[in-house]
């Protein structure tokens, strides 16, 4: 299985935010508020869905899984 696409409760977290926070949502101190969380999605308590697909396989099964912080 490969993975295909992670659903995430935020954006961005504050270890990693450097990496790939647009620039227009940074500011001197690090970011806004509103820039972790746009959408105001929260799965589970701030988790996220991860979406893996089997591309070797003639019908090209998907599976999930699922996590809270």
Request: net charge negative; charged share 25%.
């Amino acid at each position: 299985m490969e993975h295909l696409l992670t659903v995430a409760s935020e954006e961005f977290d504050g270890e990693s935010w450097r990496t790939w926070l647009p620039v227009e949502d940074r500011t001197d101190s690090g970011w806004t508020e509103a820039a972790d969380n746009p959408a105001g999605l929260c799965l589970g308590d701030v988790g996220g869905v991860y979406i893996f697909e089997c591309r070797t396989c003639p019908d090209r099964p998907i599976g999930h899984w699922f996590d809270c912080s």
